[in-house]
Each structure stands twice: as C-alpha cells, then as structure tokens.
C-alpha cells in the first residue's frame, strides 16, 4: 500500500473523499483544530488509504479546543465526529511533532504520497501604533489562547485591575472576550475556561467593555448569535450613543436578510426606548458595554509611571461611498478613551512553517490553485492557511471537502503519482526517533481527556485543561 | 408531557447519538444548554433539536430527501423525531449535515421544503432565526432539519438538500468574518 500524508497544524479539517482506486495510497495528515472528517463521511473507508495526522502538542481538535468560547461548548460538539474519524482502523494521529521541526515538510514528502499543510494561523495581525508593547495590551488572540488554556499563553496574567477595557475590533471574536470579560462568574465556573483565569475574572475590576471599530454600524463584522448573547448578557447594560446610528434605520428595508435583522437586533439595544423590564434590568445592572464605530487607534497612552497601558488614542473617521466599497476616511478629529486594558482583534495571521514551502507574505497564506500548492508536486493546503483565517467550522469544513475533491481528482488522473512504495509513518518514526521526538498516540491523548474530564467533574465543570506539554506527555505515558 | 419525560427523552436520544458514535459520554459538556435563555427581548424558549412526543411510536412517517446531488432519498422514521434524527439514524449519505448535532450553534443541518409544508409547521425562534442567517442559498421556506420534528402531517414531504454547506460567517454581506 501506498502512503500519502496531509499535515495538519491548528486549522478546520473536514474532508469527504469519493471513491479513489482500490490501490489507494496511504495519506498523512496533522491534526488541526476542527478538523478529519475525510475518513469520516464514509467515502474514505472504501478506499485502501492510510492518513496519518501530524500535531504540534499532544492534544489534538486546534481552534475547537483553544477557540471555540468555553460557554458555547455544543460548537464543541463536532469533536465526536473528528474523534471517530481519528479511531478509524486506517487513520493515525501522532501529537507532540513539530513540522518544520522535528521533521522537515521534504521528509514528510519523501515518506508519503501527498502531505496536506493546514496548520491554521497562529499569528496575529498587529495594530502597529506607539504603545502597543506597554503592559495592558494583549491580541485577543492570546487572550483567548489564556482563558482557553493554549499552553504558551498560560503566563499571560492579564491585569483586570482597570474599570474600562478596551477592544479594537468587532467581530465574533472580539465579542466572545467582551462577554468573557463580563460574565458573571457563577455562569463562567461551570464550563471548561482554565481555573487561573476564573479566578482571575472572578476579581476583576473591569466594569465596562467598548468594542471599537473604524467603520460603521452597518459593518459590523460579528454575527447576530453572538450579539443576541450579548444583549441578554444578565447583569449588563448596553450603553451606545445614539449619534453613531444616525441614518441607519432608513437603510434597513434595503438590506439583506442577515444584515437586516442584525442592525435591528443592534438599533434595538443601541437607541430604542426599553420597555419597564428592561429599564429596570438595566438600571440594575453593574456592567456596561458597547459598540463605538468610526474609531481607529492611533496609539495605547501610557501610565505616568510608562509601564502599563492608561488609555487608548483614537482617530474619528468618517465613511466614504456605499455598498460594498465603503470606506473609512480620517476627519483629523482625535479622541483619547481612558482604559487599562486594551486587547486587539484586528485579525489572525498565518505563519511561514519551513523555507520549503512557498509562502506569500502579504496575504499571509500557501500560495494555491484549488488547494494544490504552487510549484510543489504532492504537497496541497486546506483550511485558514489555505484562504485566509475567516469563517467558522462548517466553513473550513467546506474547504476541506474541497481539498480533499481535489486530492482524488489527482490521484484519478494520475496528477499523483501513488505507484511507488513509500514507507509512510514507519519512515517517519525512524527520524523521530533519532532526533528523539516521542509521538503521542490518539490514546495517549484519551488517557489525557479522561484525566481532564475527571478533573474537570471535582470542580463540576466538563473539564479541567492540562496547561503544561510536560504534564501532558507525563499523563499520555502513563 | 411532563418535564420529567421529555428529560428523559432528551438524554435517551443523546445517549443514543453517543453509543451509535462510540464515543465516551461526557455528560456534562455534551448538554450544556447556553445560559443566555432569551429573556430580554420576549425571544422564543431555545429548542435544541428534541421533539416532545409522549411515547415513540411504531407508526413511521416516510420523507423523501432531495440529496445535494439531485437524487432522491427515501426513508422513513418514527414520528417525533426531527430530521436530522432520522438523517443520523438512518445515516443518509449528505455530507457535513449536523455538524453541531442539533445545538443550533451551526447552519449544515439547512433544508429547504415546500410552502405548504413550511406553513404547516410552527413559529422559528430566534435562535433559529440567528443560525439560518448563515445559511447558503437561504430561501422563504428555509428550516433548520434538526428543528423540525416529524409528525402524521408531514407524511410523505419532500425535503431539499440545499446544494452547499456554508456557513455564511465569511461573506461580506453578512458582516461577520469569524
């Protein structure tokens, strides 16, 4: 049999394949976030391929584990589809391997028939303005990495000593740190976020949290679950001014359906006059949030002692043209926002893994056609670093199937080349061996779930994340 | 029906999903349902893909699914189940249909019906509402399969696979990008 290998770093992965040849190659691929549903869908089991999935940490599931908002855990749902498709008799996951590292993508390609990058994007877009490596800034990036118990983001302690946060930003992911940032702990302790963090919220001091945007309402990059949530976010008010929303109600009856009921829902708790409930709701609640639009920053402000983040600079814009080339243009108008707790959610950003993959660095993605990288036989690229890091699950699903198509396509046509022998995860054993890398299993990291889980049931939440590799490899051994 | 009995319903039918997965059930992750019960707003109680019903019934109801590719399923199911019970109990060959297994926390589960049919069938709740938003190819007579729950009146309907999943959290026209 023949191997192939897709590799995986942190993305989405879901593929359905069609029928391949009886003479099917064997397939490697790491382990992504949301990602494997390519042995899943039943188009895989009939045909002779063997996937192989490479991680970087022992724990597999990327985004779905570290992304995904500890309160929204039926978005985790989709675990028990990539866990069946990892225990398939012909698919394999190997944890703690760093590509790029521990093994280079040519030996990969020397092992396997076609090796699949969808590492994901483990970077962040900067705001690059004065200030932002003062003490008080952070990318939402690694704060959500923190309260979700990404390894490297575990010493993050974040000071939530200020009564004002800020966040640049105003998609769902700038929203999920606003209303991790105010909910009542009684609601947060009973998910899955980190225990240093619960605790570190449960003595937070921030009272009011601006979701700020350099556009306006109606670009608003969030979507109407998450802003409903925060809406009903109990023990909260919204606090908009009403000037941002001039003219907006007027446009509503030419908007699409999505776009239509999410500037209502958004006018709703912007500007309407609340109903008795409501007001009192309202009048009881000790935290604030909103949305400020038309606002760019221009530069973090530091304390006087020129350590930690005072506040946030902000140009004012105003927007230009219509439709979909609207954009914002700054009126020399500067509004300075006292905060000491900036976090931006401008954007990820994937990373080059090993010089020999091509790599544009201004789209920050594989150069591709379809999946197939550029000027490299054998080697395709699926999920976020494929396209670019947007969408959500059901997306990079989509794109998987996608890439997956195209993979059979090629191997149909004879584009891929599965004639020859390969020795596939035996070859690549061998080298980590040598350099002494010690793949973790699909059951080592079930042994690492069940002492999570049991953790986790202590404490009465569904879990309690391992935050440390060297504790995690520990339990995988065991 | 009691809240007891469509409890119990609730957990035999997950319980269901998880032996026929194989995979360990973790009670409390999987039904977590969302704090956030729309209160604020007057939304409509969260629905999360059960169907009361006071016993199963040996009576079935057949559906025919028009598959993404054209062809037609048919394939038949005890009334009170929705249709993303029977897609996963009869385990219909559509791709990547009930990604969040009837949380409403995604939009893969999208069908399109008849007017008559999606007439027929109760109010969509906000929440609903939210998810088919994100729905490719979103028509009048959209629902999300694991929302609508079988009954003697749906007897012989045609249910339309829309030709792909995608939730629209990427388009421009939706807003969101993540």
Redesign the interface.
Same mark, same amino acid.
């Given at each position: 049999r023949s191997k192939t290998c897709w590799r995986y770093g942190g993305t989405h992965w879901?593929a359905?394949l069609g029928n391949a040849n009886p003479q099917g190659p064997d397939w490697c691929h790491t382990f992504a976030p949301a990602n494997i549903?390519l042995v899943h869908?039943?188009m895989f089991l009939s045909v002779n391929v063997q996937v192989d999935i490479y991680e970087r940490l022992p724990v597999p599931f990327g985004l779905v584990r570290f992304g995904v908002a500890p309160?929204?855990?039926?978005?985790?749902?989709?675990i028990?589809?990539f866990? /069946?498709t990892a225990?398939h008799a012909r698919c394999s996951f190997h944890g703690n391997v760093r590509v790029g590292k521990d093994v280079t993508v040519e030996e990969l390609q020397e092992a396997y028939h076609a090796v699949v990058l969808s590492y994901g994007a483990e970077g962040n877009r900067t705001m690059g303005v004065p200030g932002e490596d003062l003490a008080g800034v952070y990318s939402a990036k690694d704060f959500v990495g923190w309260y979700n118990g990404l390894p490297r983001n575990s010493e993050l302690r974040p000071d939530l000593s200020c009564e004002t946060a800020v966040i640049l930003g105003q998609?769902?992911?700038a929203l999920d740190v606003a209303r991790i940032l105010l909910s009542p702990v009684d609601?947060l302790k009973?998910?899955?976020i980190t225990q240093h963090a619960l605790d570190a919220l449960a003595e937070s001091s921030v009272r009011r949290v601006l979701i700020v945007g350099r556009r306006g309402p109606l /670009?608003?990059?969030?979507?109407?679950?998450e802003l409903?949530?925060m809406?009903?976010?109990?023990g909260t008010r919204p606090e908009m001014e009403a000037s941002e929303f001039e003219g907006i109600a007027e446009t509503l009856k030419s908007l699409?359906?999505?776009?239509k009921?999410?500037t209502e829902?958004l006018l709703?708790a912007a500007i309407e006059t609340p109903g008795e409930e409501?007001l009192e709701?309202r009048n009881r609640a000790e935290r604030a949030w909103g949305f400020r639009f038309l606002r760019k920053p221009l530069e973090v402000l530091p304390s006087t002692d020129l350590i930690r983040a005072a506040g946030i600079r902000l140009a004012v814009n105003r927007l230009e043209g219509d439709g979909?080339g609207v954009r914002a243009v700054a009126t020399g108008e500067v509004e300075d926002v006292e905060c000491g707790l900036v976090i931006s959610s401008i954007?990820y950003k994937s990373l080059l893994i090993d010089p020999a993959v091509p790599f544009d660095a201004r789209k920050a993605i594989i150069p591709n056609t379809m999946g197939r990288v550029q000027q490299t036989a054998g080697l395709y690229c699926s999920g976020w670093v494929k396209r670019g890091?947007?969408?959500?699950?059901?997306?990079t699903?989509?794109d998987s199937?996608d890439t997956a198509r195209t993979l059979l396509q090629d191997i149909g046509k004879g584009t891929l080349d599965v004639s020859t022998v390969k020795p596939g995860s035996q070859g690549v054993s061998t080298l980590l061996e040598k350099r002494g890398v010690k793949p973790v299993s699909f059951s080592d990291w079930e042994k690492i779930?069940?002492e999570e889980?049991r953790r986790?049931?202590i404490k009465?939440?569904?879990?309690e994340k391992m935050l440390d590799v060297g504790e995690m490899l520990q339990v995988a051994r065991a | 029906m009691s809240v007891a009995s469509a409890s119990i319903q609730f957990f035999t039918r997950l319980l269901r999903y998880r032996t026929k997965c194989a995979v360990p059930f973790h009670a409390a992750s999987r039904i977590l349902i969302s704090p956030y019960l729309p209160q604020v707003f007057g939304g409509n109680k969260v629905l999360l893909g059960t169907c009361a019903q006071p016993l199963r019934s040996e009576e079935k109801v057949t559906v025919y699914f028009i598959n993404r590719d054209g062809r037609k399923i048919t394939t038949s199911s005890a009334k009170g189940d929705s249709l993303l019970d029977l897609v996963v109990e009869q385990n219909l060959d559509i791709e990547g249909f009930g990604a969040c297994e009837g949380t409403l926390a995604c939009s893969t589960c999208h069908v399109i019906l008849d007017q008559k049919v999606y007439n027929q069938l109760g109010p969509i709740t906000d929440e609903e509402n939210d998810m088919l938003d994100l729905a490719f190819g979103l028509t009048d007579t959209s629902r999300l399969g694991c929302q609508v729950c079988l009954s003697r009146d749906l007897e012989g309907i045609t249910v339309r696979v829309p030709d792909r999943v995608n939730d629209m959290r990427r388009s421009d026209d939706a807003g969101p990008t993540l």
């Open positions: 879901y359905g549903c869908t039943g309160d929204h855990p039926e978005v985790k749902n989709v028990n589809t866990t /069946q225990q998609g769902n992911v609601i009973k998910t899955d /670009q608003v990059a969030c979507t109407i679950k409903r949530e809406v009903n976010l109990p699409a359906r999505p776009r009921r999410l829902l709703k409501e709701r979909e954007g890091p947007t969408g959500v699950i059901a997306t699903m989509n199937f779930d069940s889980t986790g049931e009465g939440k569904p879990r | -």
